[in-house]
């Protein structure tokens, strides 16, 4: 996955609005810790051959928020989604902004937490 981040819209975790459809690009113990209920978890690492789980989530025009821990693997993901015709933000400062923004956590762990 070779995308240039730098062109990829940016928001701040508190604007991202509710009923967004958010990725969630972080591994599969960060996802466990804690997590934005309803995400969609799909990791950097597996992303390109797992893509057609977020494209069949996909509505017409709707935008995905995409996000990690600090934001650098989203900003890939997001570049990369971009450059396919996909309307693509990357959350800027990850779960880690969602967390200190109060942002609901869900998790495997009680409590959740950003890993």
Excluded: K
């Amino acid at each position: 996955m070779n995308a240039l981040p730098g062109q990829v819209p940016q928001i701040d975790a508190a604007s991202v609005p509710s009923e967004a459809l958010l990725l969630d690009v972080r591994e599969d113990d960060e996802w466990a810790a804690g997590r934005a209920e309803g995400a969609l978890h799909i990791p950097m690492s597996e992303f390109v051959a797992r893509q057609g789980e977020l494209t069949g989530r996909l509505g017409e025009s709707e935008r995905v928020y995409v996000v990690c821990r600090v934001g650098g693997r989203s900003a890939q993901v997001a570049a990369y989604l971009a450059q396919q015709g996909v309307d693509a933000v990357n959350v800027d400062g990850g779960m880690l902004a969602w967390e200190s923004a109060g942002r609901p956590l869900v998790g495997d762990s009680d409590p959740a937490f950003v890993a």
